[in-house]
């Protein structure tokens, strides 16, 4: 019995020691291949890599003779090899870790360094500008008499052009909405503001967002304003690109007629077949737009580089100039009544806003700066871009710039897969999330025609690329401004209802709500976010800010303009997005952008390194 256990043990160490060899021999592999790599990474020091060239023996062979020690060596020779081997392990290791962790530093302190503070927050002075930027451009004169003179005569032009409504209107009233006098009344009504010029074309504009606020028919039948006016002739272009450029602009500049089949023929050379003029391929309330070519080249266009041509309607700078200075004194003169109380409503001071605003897109100079800017803004992103403006080519009147070839946003959602809106949707809100809480530089006019989709071919992979044109018109706040922003949208978005509202109260420049009234707005407000907890603030902007601009009118608060501006940029996007993607998380995209901005005015200990 003994013997056949001593033969069944033997039995069972040899075939141990075939496994332990076998398990060696992949072991030294194994070591082999992790010794190739950990030499040729390139966090090792080339310490480590010039000792181990220095060596004689392969760690290949090391490895073999640790498992093959017993025959070949002592026990304290094996013993020390292992504790070396140990040790230089314990190295590699710690040596990758800092790689690992220096790497890591180097990605938390870039995207640190990305949260930086517009540069112009530091250099400009926006009030300042806006103020002499007014002065000017004003085309009202200089003396008193001449104001009035101007405001008298505009006034009777607008009243002549209304008087017809008189009629019109109770006509449509007595006869029904489907009446021929109806018809004609909506006619004339679209008719008379188109002539009224910019200022009253974008209010309507503006209205017809407000789907809280006005009718399903009004807003129906003045949306036709939205995508398109009435332009103005090609002699008058024609007058203006003389003016700008001189009597010689077709020896750099050839123009097609939008009406062409093929755009590649020159429409001035079939003149003989039509009345001669060229038609625009849109229009605005401020300008309208040419497609063209460059017969000069550039220092960074070639030569037959297709452009768009803006050209400002003629003779509205003066209308736009007489229109604000009506308005301006009328809110001045209800605030000053005492029995109306109206301060707290900010009419002066949304007319002073709404001037600012509107000004600068009467001068395309200010819209090529603002390219420019947007274009720095979003430097490096494959999926966000504007036109090029050309400087050389720009003046008052006449903005050049590089030619858009995509889809407006909608009809490539009719087509498109669903993969592609949802991306879609998710470019255009984090587009205006970093527009509003990073860059404090938003896009005003973010309707659907103003932003064309194509293909960027130079990335790989060819990605969806939004291109956002017309950009005369901008929202600027300023660093103290924005800071107030950023703490009541941050706790709107948070549903911190309390804070929210005393924020509102605290930044308002003046304020004539009772601590009785202060108290109960923000008991509105904190009610308006528990009882919509299910949304959030960013994801029913316009409910949220009708019940907020009800409970500041309520309660004698007066709302700053630049929160009231930046939520309705939120509320044009977010129904695009909604559109595109009906289950999108507004709340994963904006919370992280609070957070960034929170961390760039350093709020609630977030504090910028230096």
């Not at 001449?146 to 052009?161: P, Q």
């Not at 010029?197 to 939205?226: H, M, V």
């Not at 507004?586 to 200990?605: F, S, W, Y």
């Amino acid at each position: 019995n003994q013997l056949f256990l001593a033969g069944a043990a033997g039995a069972n160490r040899s075939a141990a020691m075939q496994s332990a060899t076998a398990a060696a021999s992949t072991a030294s592999s194994a070591c082999t291949v992790a010794a190739r790599c950990l030499l040729y990474h390139p966090a090792v020091p080339l310490k480590l890599v010039g000792a181990r060239s220095a060596a004689s023996t392969p760690w290949s062979h090391i490895a073999a003779r640790r498992y093959h020690a017993s025959s070949a060596a002592s026990a304290a020779a094996v013993v020390a090899q292992r504790q070396a081997d140990c040790v230089a392990r314990i190295y590699a290791r710690r040596v990758l870790e800092l790689a690992a962790l220096a790497a890591a530093s180097r990605v938390n302190k870039a995207s640190l360094e990305a949260i930086v503070k517009p540069e112009e927050w530091g250099t400009v002075d926006l009030e300042q500008q806006r103020k002499e930027f007014g002065e000017s451009i004003s085309s009202l004169g200089k003396t008193k008499i001449e104001r009035l003179w101007a405001a008298g005569s505009r006034i009777a032009n607008l009243a002549a052009l209304a008087s017809p409504l008189t009629v019109l209107v109770p006509l449509a009233y007595l006869t029904g909405p489907e009446s021929k006098p109806s018809h004609y009344a909506w006619e004339y009504a679209i008719w008379s503001i188109e002539k009224a010029g910019p200022t009253f074309i974008k209010l309507i504009q503006w209205a017809t967002t407000r789907n809280d606020l006005f009718s399903a028919e009004f807003i129906s039948k003045f949306s036709r304003l939205q995508d398109e006016t009435r332009g103005h002739s090609w002699r008058e272009t024609e007058h203006i690109l003389k003016d700008s450029f001189g009597p010689n602009y077709s020896d750099f500049l050839v123009f097609y007629d939008s009406e062409d089949g093929d755009p590649s023929e020159r429409r001035s050379d079939r003149r003989s077949k039509r009345d001669g003029d060229i038609h625009p391929i849109g229009s605005g309330c401020v300008a309208q737009v040419y497609r063209a070519k460059l017969k000069r080249g550039t220092a960074l266009h070639p030569a037959g580089t297709d452009v768009a041509v803006k050209v400002t309607h003629p003779n509205i700078l003066h209308k736009v100039c007489v229109d604000f200075y009506i308005m301006n004194k009328l809110t001045s003169l209800l605030e000053s009544i005492p029995r109306l109380d109206l301060d707290y409503l900010s009419m002066k001071d949304s007319v002073d806003q709404f001037r600012d605003i509107m000004l600068p897109q009467l001068d395309l100079r200010v819209e090529a700066r603002n390219l420019k800017r947007f274009r720095r803004d979003f430097e490096g992103d494959k999926q966000v871009t504007f036109p090029t403006p050309l400087q050389d080519l720009t003046t008052r009147q006449v903005l050049v710039e590089s030619f858009v070839h995509g889809v407006p946003i909608m009809e490539f959602h009719k087509k498109s897969s669903k993969e592609d809106s949802q991306e879609l949707a998710t470019i255009g809100l984090e587009t205006v999330m970093k527009m509003i809480f990073m860059h404090d530089f938003v896009h005003g006019d973010l309707h659907p025609g103003n932003i064309l989709i194509d293909r960027n071919t130079e990335a790989r992979g060819k990605p969806l690329r939004m291109n956002m044109i017309d950009c005369g018109l901008v929202v600027e706040m300023g660093e103290s401004d924005h800071v107030n922003l950023v703490k009541i949208l941050g706790a709107l978005v948070k549903k911190d209802g309390l804070l929210a509202g005393q924020l509102m109260v605290d930044t308002a420049k003046k304020c004539q709500a009772s601590e009785l009234d202060v108290h109960l707005f923000c008991q509105g407000i904190e009610k308006i976010c528990r009882d919509d907890e299910e949304n959030n603030f960013l994801e029913s902007v316009g409910d949220y800010l009708a019940d907020i601009c009800y409970m500041a009118c309520k309660h004698k608060v007066k709302l700053e303009a630049a929160f009231i501006n930046a939520a309705l940029a939120c509320e044009i996007m977010e129904g695009i997005a909604s559109t595109l993607y009906p289950d999108m998380a507004v709340q994963r995209i904006a919370l992280p952008m609070v957070m960034k901005a929170e961390m760039m005015h350093g709020l609630k200990g977030f504090h910028l390194l230096k």
